[in-house]
């Protein structure tokens, strides 16, 4: 129920939270708690690179029979998607820091990603260029490969997905080393 209401706030927040009945959509990093639990007029596809272990694991904990709108959850890096203007909503939400290859990972996204569809991703941005060059040169925080600013991330977006049009960033959450964003950007509808 936590987590529900989570993902129910964010993409109020975020003006996500009445997507057309319908949609393809890809939650890309979903674990068994991802924004697939609130789409339910949507079809869902929901990837994760240890999608196998939590259904072995943590099958009692996840009926996976409540999600009918869930297409597939299948096991799988976001760098290694192959699928071509298949969705019209990727959310990759607390989980691009985490990614080994992160502009193959971006790239993967935007080309799954249907003309006039939306990318949503939420990043930990750093807020001082000192600490960021610190954890870059020190890497203590194993599990965020990923070390960069606001300002980074919104340069690679304009670098891999060329075709977006205005690329906006809202703050979330504020903390001291990291502060939270989402980043959201519309493919371009071709004329």
Known sequence: AWKRNYWRDLLEKLGFADLPEGARCLDAGSSLAGVFMVLQRQKVVAIDPLMQAYKEQLAP?????????????RQQEIENMQEEAAYDYVF???????VARLREAIAALWRSLRAGGCLVLTVDAHNYRAFKHIFRLIPADVLHPQQNDLTEYIAMLRQLCPDSGEIRSQLLKKEFFFSYY??????NIAP
């Open 182 to 187: 989402a980043i959201i950007l519309q493919r």
């Open 92 to 98: 990759c939400l607390n989980v691009i820091n985490h």
């Open 61 to 73: 904990f996840f009926p996976q029979q409540d999600y009918p709108q869930v297409e597939e959850f």
